[in-house]
């Protein structure tokens, strides 16, 4: 324990996900010794993040307009919408450069447990947008998790009745690892998931 705002700045860092006890305190030291300037441009930074980005008013990515540049983008495929849960998948996604879609940022996953319930996501967002009948393939690409299945079913469910193709990303053995070495999860979806060579 530390005194003061030295501890208040510890227990702050350490709210952030990802960040335990011991690397708040780390990161709380290194900005204790990094010169004014650079401390000073990181909480210029942050504040300036919170006052000027929001969320695309189409499909809830991060930008600095109203529409971010994938939904302004007029050469992607306004027919497939790839579903993801969080801004930062999209990132991952683009990566690949495989995908000329639009997407839609659902803002998490169902968590029954964490009290995160359908009505805390952005479904009444992505079935408005798939009123317009340009849409023919929905992708859903959540995490391959207990939250991320849940809500894979849901909208499984949900978008069923709706004439459109429902797919989901293909899960199974990553390249190059051992049999030996999958979990009995990974291994039986990569059962199901197989294909003809």
């Given at each position: 324990m530390?005194e003061?705002?030295v501890?208040?700045?510890?227990?702050?860092l350490?709210?952030?996900?990802?960040?335990?006890p011991k690397s708040?305190?780390?990161i709380a030291?290194?900005?204790l010794?990094a010169?004014?300037?650079a401390?000073r441009?990181?909480?210029?930074?942050?504040v300036?993040?919170?006052?000027t980005?929001?969320?695309?008013?189409?499909?809830?990515?991060?930008?600095a307009?109203?529409?971010?540049?994938?939904?302004v983008?007029?050469?992607?495929?306004?027919e497939v919408?790839c579903?993801?849960?969080?801004s930062?998948d999209?990132?991952?996604?683009?990566k690949?450069?495989e995908?000329?879609g639009?997407?839609?940022?659902?803002?998490?996953?169902?968590?029954?447990i964490g009290?995160v319930?359908?009505?805390?996501?952005r479904?009444?967002?992505?079935?408005?947008?798939?009123?317009s009948g340009?849409?023919?393939?929905v992708?859903?690409?959540?995490?391959?998790?207990?939250?991320?299945?849940?809500?894979?079913?849901?909208?499984?469910?949900l978008?069923?009745?709706?004439?459109?193709?429902?797919?989901?990303?293909a899960?199974g053995?990553p390249?190059?690892?051992?049999?030996?070495?999958?979990?009995?999860?990974?291994l039986?979806r990569a059962?199901?998931g197989?294909?003809s060579v």
């Amino acid at each position: 324990m530390y005194e003061g705002i030295v501890q208040d700045l510890i227990d702050e860092l350490g709210r952030l996900p990802g960040i335990g006890p011991k690397s708040a305190q780390r990161i709380a030291f290194h900005l204790l010794d990094a010169d004014d300037a650079a401390v000073r441009r990181l909480a210029e930074v942050l504040v300036q993040v919170k006052d000027t980005v929001r969320f695309c008013e189409i499909c809830g990515n991060v930008s600095a307009d109203e529409k971010c540049r994938i939904c302004v983008d007029p050469r992607r495929n306004d027919e497939v919408i790839c579903v993801v849960e969080e801004s930062k998948d999209i990132v991952a996604i683009e990566k690949i450069r495989e995908f000329r879609g639009r997407y839609h940022v659902l803002g998490g996953a169902i968590d029954p447990i964490g009290g995160v319930g359908p009505g805390d996501l952005r479904i009444t967002q992505l079935m408005s947008r798939l009123g317009s009948g340009e849409t023919q393939e929905v992708i859903l690409a959540l995490d391959p998790n207990i939250e991320g299945e849940a809500t894979a079913a849901y909208l499984s469910r949900l978008l069923g009745p709706l004439e459109l193709t429902v797919t989901r990303l293909a899960s199974g053995l990553p390249v190059g690892g051992d049999l030996d070495y999958a979990d009995e999860m990974t291994l039986g979806r990569a059962f199901l998931g197989r294909r003809s060579v």
